[in-house]
């Protein structure tokens, strides 16, 4: 009896704890939000190509995901907890592999790093190095093509061939219905258009220029003079066709359609004529052949250019003097003087290059300097009298550089471009356009029907021993019969001015200015210099960033005088020298040399390249459940030029490692690096409280080191912990029951 008794209270005890093991199996048998049969979870990634020194983020070969119930996530979503394994060399060639882990899905993109200067070819696979035997395409070759308004264009016009890899060509013939155009030329209209050839994975692009038909508007030739014995040949007198849109073709550019009748005996002295044809225009030029003449000196000059600029031989030459006294110009000697060495345009530095005239050899130096662009052609308005003289310089002023010095009419008359033309028979109103190096100014000049000089104005003057002088110095105006008054520049050209002025000795000069016969005299006295001289020239050194503006002024301080005063820049810029260039677009220390009556001067200019010199960042605390993000903690960057990057000027560019778990109290360090700057910011999320306002992080960079960062693991739920409870205590109640029941049989059958 007393066994069935035991019996029936294991039984119940067993049945009540059966529930609890069941109940605690069962709740921790529920999944986890873990990517399951019933998942909805997924990762996209997409291969991409890129640019060779093109820039790469994560994000950009992203391409969705979605969550457990199959809402859309964004990278906004995702990029606090995906992680990314991988790195993409933008400077490098090459394919690179790119792993995307979030929660348990990983999935891997490939980056292809290419040059797009050069086609892109299809991607070796395992399959195609099986069937290397294959022949298959290895290049596309076009080429550009210029056409003229009207003329007819089709695809074939630039395509080239296809090279396969045997070796051999494929022509438009061969392929031409597999390949792809994309673009159109309008041959009705000027201009550049491009055109796509894509075929087999190979893509190229040909340029099509279509140009405004032209007609020949004018030949131009010259006479010239050539020794007994000299060579002679017909492009030698002929200078250019000048077209209807105001273009100039050389002999080289017409040599094969122009007709030249008539030639010239070199080997006996006399006057010949020779006639040039082309489409209907003809023009006689006349050569004279002169008994022998040796040549006695070649003249040639030094010079100094600018990177990029143009340079020919003629342009350091002056002239061949002959033994009769007469000057050889470079038209006259070109063909029979020989030029040896070379100058690189393209290369700031020193270059010599050596002019051979019968045995007679001279040397000229070319300075080929660091890049001063053009900032601004400076022309003016003038008004001439009918039969008046006028040249293009009349009314050129300057050429303005970017380091503020000024160029002349000599120093820019060689590539300036001047179209226009001013008719000094004609009265009228004429536009003359100056174009030098893409920029463009037009002067307009006025040729007036004629009014007659009345009156030349001229004032006396004093000045020092050693002072400058000129003519236009005692030049006021000239009155003209209709009230108007002449300066200097519009009269300098005709005026004549007798007498000198001695300004190294002390004396009363006489100068007479006549115009038109009307003649007026001014009296200039040099007098003894008793007053003033200048003591000491006073410059500073300074520091610039580049692409910063610099001008020759910002550099001079004063120049102090014997009597204790200082002349300012405005005192002195007309008569001070300055020499030396500064290129404002590349770093480097440059010196520029101040000269001023005697005294010399240099002063520095570093040009320094801006860079990154501190990331502030600032601490901040958080209450649990509050939102976070990485901009959160991010101050600005300081450069070295004082200027401050916010967020939005570097968020591109910026790496950030590590996480914040807004929903679990902690402290979490944060790692940003932006151009090799790196500093780390704390975030403590607590349990209450409001949040704080940041603090500073400090400003002292440190070295960059990679930073790999980990996903956080899911922190354990309130029921799993119940759940585990519950298991535990039916486990020990059955146990408990068991050994209860065996200790009591044990008992009764003893």
Known sequence: MKKIRMFIVATLLCSLSTPLISLA????????????????????????????????????????????????????????SIVVSGKVDTTKIGTYKITYKLNKMNKTATVEVFDDNKPIKKAETKKNRDQSSEVLPTALNLKNTVLKTGQTWNPESNFDSVVMSDGSKLLWSDISKEVIVTGSVDTTKAGTYKVTYNFRDFTKVATVTVEADVTAKDVVVKDSKIDVGSKWDAKDNFEYVLMSDGSKLLWSDISKEVIVTGSVDTAKAGTY????????????????VEANV???????????????????????????????????????????????GSVDTKKAGTYKVTYNY??????????????????????????????SKWDAKD?????????????????????????GSVDTKKAGTYKVTYNYRDIKKVATIIVEANVTAKDVVVKDSKIDVGSKWDAKDNFEYVLMSNGSKLSWSDVSKEIEVTGSVDTKKAGTYKVTYTYRDIKKVATVTVKKQNEVTAK???????????????????????????????LLWKDVEREITVDGKV????????????????????????????????LILKDTTLVVGSKWNAKDNFEYVLMNNGTKLSWTDVEKEILIFGEVNTQKAGTYKVTYECRDLKKVATITVKQSGKPV????????????????????????????????????????????????????????TN
């Open 25 to 80: 199996e069962t709740t921790q048998a529920k999944p986890k939000q873990e990517i399951g049969q019933n998942s909805k979870a997924t990762l996209k990634v997409k291969n991409s190509k890129i640019s060779l020194n093109s820039k790469w983020v994560p994000e950009n070969n992203f391409e969705a995901a979605t969550d457990e119930s199959g809402k859309k996530l964004s990278w906004n979503d995702v990029n606090k």
């Open 583 to 614: 290129n404002t677009q590349k770093a480097g220390t440059y010196k520029i040399t101040y000269k001023f009556r005697g005294l010399t001067n240099v002063a520095k200019i570093t040009v320094e390249e801006v860079k990154a010199k501190s």
């Open 693 to 748: 306002s940041g603090t500073s992080v400090g400003n002292k960079p440190t070295a960059s080191k990679p930073v790999t960062t980990k996903p956080v693991k899911p922190l354990p739920q309130t029921s799993e912990t119940n759940n585990s409870e519950l298991l535990i205590i039916g486990i020990l109640m059955i146990s408990g029951v068991f050994i209860l029941v065996s200790f009591k049989l044990r008992k009764e």
């Open 294 to 340: 040796t040549a006695k000196d070649v003249v040639v000059k030094d010079s100094k250019i600018d990177v990029g600029s143009k340079w020919d031989a003629k342009d350091n030459f002056e002239y061949v003097l002959m033994s009769d006294g007469s000057k050889l110009s470079w038209s006259d000697v070109s063909k029979e003087i020989e030029v040896t």
């Open 395 to 419: 009314n050129f002023e300057y050429v303005l550089m970017s380091d503020g010095s000024k160029l002349s009419w000599s120093d820019v008359s060689k590539e300036i471009e001047v179209t």
């Open 536 to 566: 000491k020239l006073v410059v500073r050194d300074t520091k610039i960033f580049v692409d910063s503006k610099w001008n020759v002024k910002d550099n001079f301080n004063y120049v102090l005088m014997s009597d204790g005063s200082k």
């Open 273 to 288: 004529k020779v006639t040039y044809n082309f489409r209907d225009f003809t023009k006689v030029a006349t050569v004279t």
């Open 358 to 387: 019968r045995d007679i050899k001279k040397v000229a130096t070319i300075i080929v300097e660091a890049n001063v662009t053009a900032k601004d052609i400076v022309v003016k308005d003038s008004k001439i009298d009918v039969g």
